[in-house]
């Protein structure tokens, strides 16, 4: 009940955020003869803009707001919302159009007045913005320049935008909207300077130091960090951090990781991480002794948010990770309630952490069923890809008394959930970790 009524006041901010801008069409004397779609147009500029705004808090990681939802759904919802930020200062100039269609030589870029050519160099560095990000893979552009382009981006779109709006003065002359507007600029600006400036310099002052570099099977490597003059941080199991690595956190060249580590450890992290990008690959080739920043930590991915006389885990591939520090931490602690993992993989010889989770049935109450893509000669266990029919042949008899977290590549997430639904289990009772954040 907590983190709801925490959800619902987080949600109330946000909407308040988006809409306070709106009073600037109350306040102050509104222009003659426009009518309701000339207004509704303008609302709908001024929406778009608050949005645009409000994109930056919702990617500055702040752990209080993101506390109820996970990050993870926060960076979901960033990615849908601008969308709709998109569609409504798209529509916002189209409806104008529609009703003065001798407006339309005014945005000639030679003759245009510049209020005019800000607005349309906003809309355009949000529609680059977005399209590179829902197709940066498929174009193939590299993370961390898409990253800087990323935040380059954002920044023009959103001071474009306000000087679009200054410019115009159509509901912003008025001294109460332009000091409406003169604060969430600020606001803005200070949240930029919190992000780019103040918190990297916060993390360059609190490093950590790689304190082992352990080969892990599946492309796999675990990283072994200690805080290095500072105390670390505590972490519940299943949380994940962003990892800078030979750069500067200045560099926006971080990228999140599951601890898999125990909670029960917080003075020693390890991260493990497959070699799936250009990142990833090179963290094989890490030495002990090299230092690294971590931002974290974050997610609401976990077994403490969650009482249950039972738990089952459904892992796919990499997504071993934050269950490895689920278990770990169930083993430090002694807990003795019955377990049961699915680990889907590819192949036995490739089964990241094979042994160790061998070895946690000796501390654990814990049973395990393996899926294999690729199994080897005489393999009588589960075979082909994870089903509702392997699900159903070894879930607890009473499902109801466990909670289930399921984590790996999102078609498995997605076929997990609807099979553990179709099989009884309660949506509110399935609690899922989101791996593609970007």
């Known amino acids: 009940m907590k983190q709801t009524l925490q959800g619902i006041f987080w949600i109330g901010v946000y909407l308040a955020l988006v809409l306070a801008p709106l009073f600037a069409l109350l306040l102050g004397p509104v222009p003659r003869g426009g009518g309701f779609w000339w207004d509704f147009s303008i609302a709908l500029g001024f929406a778009g803009t608050a949005m645009m705004g409000v994109m930056f808090v919702l990617t500055a990681r702040f752990r209080r707001p993101t506390a109820p939802f996970g990050i993870d759904l926060i960076y979901y919802f960033h990615r849908q919302i601008s969308l709709v930020a998109l569609f409504f200062l798209l529509l916002h100039p189209v409806i104008l159009l529609l009703l003065e269609p001798a407006y339309l030589p ?29 197709w940066r893979k498929e174009l ?48 803005w600006i200070t949240l930029l300077l919190y992000i780019r400036l103040l918190k990297p310099f916060g993390m360059q002052r609190r490093p950590w130091r790689v304190t082992e570099v352990i080969p892990e099977r599946g492309d796999a490597t675990t990283l072994v960090l200690r805080p290095e003059g500072h105390g670390g941080f505590s972490f519940l199991p299943g949380q994940f951090a962003w990892l800078t690595l030979r750069s500067s956190p200045f560099a926006l060249r971080e990228h999140p990781f599951s601890i898999a580590s125990s909670a029960e450890r917080p003075q020693e992290l390890r991260l493990t991480i497959k070699a799936l990008g250009d990142f990833t690959r090179g963290v094989a080739g890490v030495q002990p002794g090299e230092k ?32 490895m520090s689920m278990l770990r931490t169930l083993a430090d602690r002694g807990d003795r309630r019955p377990l049961r993992l699915f680990y889907a993989y590819s192949s036995w010889e490739r089964l990241t952490f094979r042994e160790e989770i061998e070895g946690l049935k000796g501390r654990l109450n814990l049973g395990v069923v393996y899926v294999l893509g690729e199994p080897p000669e005489g393999w009588a266990g589960e ?52 791996f593609d954040l970007v």
């Open 383 to 434: 075979k082909g890809l994870l089903s509702e029919e392997i699900l159903a042949r070894h879930l607890p008899g009473d499902r109801l008394c466990c909670e289930y977290f399921v984590c790996g590549p999102v078609p498995m997430i997605d076929l997990s959930e609807r099979a553990l639904h179709r099989l009884g289990v309660p949506l509110s009772r399935i609690h899922s970790e989101l």
């Open 106 to 134: 005014l945005l000639n870029p030679f003759s245009a007045s510049w209020e005019l050519m800000a607005g349309v160099g906003s809309l355009a560095a949000l529609a680059a913005l977005v399209f590179s990000s829902l």
């Open 140 to 187: 193939r552009i590299h993370y961390d320049g898409w990253r800087m382009g990323h935040a380059l981006l954002a920044v023009v779109a959103l001071g474009l935008a306000i000087l679009h709006i200054e410019g115009v003065g159509n509901y912003s002359a008025a001294p109460w909207a332009r000091w409406l507007w003169g604060v969430f600029t600020a606001f």
């Open 292 to 323: 690294a920043y971590l931002d974290g930590p974050f997610g609401a991915f976990g077994i403490d948010r969650h009482q249950a006389l039972g738990l089952v885990f459904v892992a796919g591939g990499i997504g071993i990770a934050p269950v």
